[in-house]
């Protein structure tokens, strides 16, 4: 038996309890997580903080920076009035554009940028339209998931996936062939918040008004636009998209997100006083937090028990389609609780030489798990996407979860589907 693996995963089940009852604030949770894998020896101390000086850290920090600094500008505000015209300043209208702007994006640039990039200007379209600034929230975070599967390089953790496979001698799927599931699922999830979904979401507005004013920069209700600023801004942040989006070795997504967030203060689009505000240091302390538990999960084995408990379940000669379901179902629950690429990393070694020996076709296992992998609706710590809303929503874990497990049994019907259809079993 294996005491870590089991240690471990009573520590996380403490933490959901935490996580579910809201008792302590998220960020504690997750730094306390951490610190007693730490403590205890399943972790290695400098495991606890290699995160806080890692990528996700540094994008996520840039980003928010660059985001912003659109309201800075004027920007957001500007963009708030365009699309509110052609959209109406209806509840669904703005929720459409806000899905179908973040499933686009999200296509070709990093979903946490695109959350970064987008909230202040659903922020603004919201406040403009007296309408929830957090019901707006939700379906914004969920699509700049949703929208990874709708081309290969859409999500760290499809390109993870693919890398894997492709190291076992096995041809993966195409740049937009993983888009036959991504995008029926995109439609399924835009049919499903503007009716269940819509429901589902936080009554009334539950945003935080202080932190709003201060991340808008809006002492009254008139937002200064600066002509030259913004141009230098919108530059900016349309330059960081582009190279987000062609991702080039030389220059990692952080790197990018990084050199935008200085230019954007070395032309006076932000001061330094403002890019500090705009951090919201919970949120990162979230993300660290979780990202040491991901490594307790992988080292301590934690995530491999549960997978051979799945395993153990399924016997010698499973059902193929009941192979796929239970594929679906355990990444869709180990992205909500580790970070989708710590979730490929774990889980692709493992369910793809089973795939082959079964008979099972390996390229349906990998699409199944690129888009499980991109369904971390239940938790606000399953992704960055999701802990960014949290500050600016007021958001729960109920907030999250409610309309949460719906979408993701959507998604999961859909792949069930879908998968077999394109890529028989």
């Known amino acids: 038996?294996?005491?870590?693996?089991?240690?471990?995963?009573?520590?996380?089940?403490?933490?959901?309890?935490?996580?579910?009852?809201?008792?302590?604030?998220?960020?504690?949770?997750?730094?306390?997580?951490?610190?007693?894998?730490?403590t205890v020896g399943i972790l290695d101390k400098k495991d606890v903080f290699i995160s806080f000086g890692g990528s996700t850290i540094v994008l996520l920090a840039s980003m928010m920076i660059i985001g912003s600094a659109l309201f800075h500008t004027g920007i957001a505000e500007k963009l708030s009035i365009w699309i509110t015209k052609l959209t109406g300043t209806s509840e669904n209208g703005i929720m459409i554009a806000v899905v179908?702007?973040?499933?686009?994006?999200s296509s070709i640039a990093s979903g946490l940028g695109?959350?970064?990039?987008?909230?202040?200007?659903?922020?603004?379209?919201?406040?403009?339209?007296?309408?929830?600034?957090?019901?707006?929230?939700?379906?914004?975070?969920?699509?700049?998931s949703i929208g990874g599967n709708l081309t290969l390089a859409g999500a760290a953790s499809n390109i993870s996936t693919a890398g894997l496979i492709?190291?076992?001698?096995?041809?993966?799927?195409?740049?937009?062939?993983?888009?036959?599931?991504?995008?029926?699922?995109?439609?399924?999830?835009?049919?499903?918040?503007?009716t269940i979904g819509k429901k589902l979401l936080t009554k009334g507005d539950s945003s935080d008004p202080q932190y709003i004013k201060e991340y808008t920069n809006k002492s009254d209700d008139h937002q200064t636009y600066?002509?030259?600023?913004?141009?230098?801004?919108?530059?900016i942040l349309v330059a960081v998209l582009i190279a987000m989006a062609v991702d080039h070795d030389s220059f990692p997504m952080y790197f990018v997100a990084a050199i935008g967030a200085v230019l954007l203060l070395l032309t006076g689009c932000m001061s330094e006083k403002d890019a500090i505000k705009a951090v919201d240091w919970p949120t990162l302390f979230i993300v660290g937090g979780m990202s040491a538990v991901s490594i307790a999960m992988t080292e301590s084995?934690?995530?491999?028990?549960?997978?051979?408990?799945?395993?153990y379940i399924l016997g010698e000669n499973p059902n193929k389609l009941l192979f796929l379901f239970?594929?679906?179902?355990?990444?869709?629950?180990?992205?909500?609780?580790?970070?989708?690429?710590?979730?490929?990393?774990l889980v692709t070694p493992l369910f793809i030489p089973i795939a082959v020996s079964l008979g099972v076709n390996p390229v349906a296992t990998g699409i199944a798990i690129c888009v499980a992998a991109s369904a971390p609706f239940l938790t606000p710590v399953g992704s960055g996407t999701n802990t960014l809303i949290i500050k600016p929503g007021n958001?729960?874990?109920?907030?999250?979860?409610?309309?949460?497990?719906?979408?993701?049994?959507?998604?999961?019907?859909?792949c069930m589907i879908l998968i077999p259809l394109f890529w028989p079993l």
């Open 100 to 105: 179908l702007v973040s499933l686009l994006l």
């Open 301 to 311: 084995g934690a995530g491999a028990m549960i997978a051979d408990g799945v395993i």
């Open 114 to 144: 695109v959350v970064a990039m987008m909230l202040p200007i659903v922020m603004a379209m919201s406040m403009k339209a007296k309408i929830s600034v957090s019901r707006q929230l939700i379906p914004l975070s969920f699509a700049a």
């Open 166 to 194: 492709e190291d076992m001698g096995i041809e993966f799927v195409s740049f937009f062939e993983i888009g036959k599931v991504g995008l029926p699922i995109s439609i399924l999830f835009l049919i499903y918040f503007l």
């Open 326 to 345: 239970f594929v679906l179902l355990l990444t869709m629950l180990l992205t909500n609780m580790m970070m989708n690429t710590s979730t490929v990393l």
């Open 395 to 414: 958001l729960t874990f109920r907030d999250f979860f409610v309309p949460g497990i719906g979408l993701s049994i959507v998604v999961l019907i859909g």
């Open 226 to 235: 600066s002509p030259i600023k913004a141009i230098i801004a919108g530059v």
């Open 1 to 38: 038996m294996n005491i870590e693996a089991i240690i471990t995963l009573i520590v996380l089940v403490i933490m959901v309890f935490f996580f579910v009852t809201e008792k302590l604030p998220l960020a504690l949770v997750s730094m306390s997580g951490a610190v007693l894998l730490a």
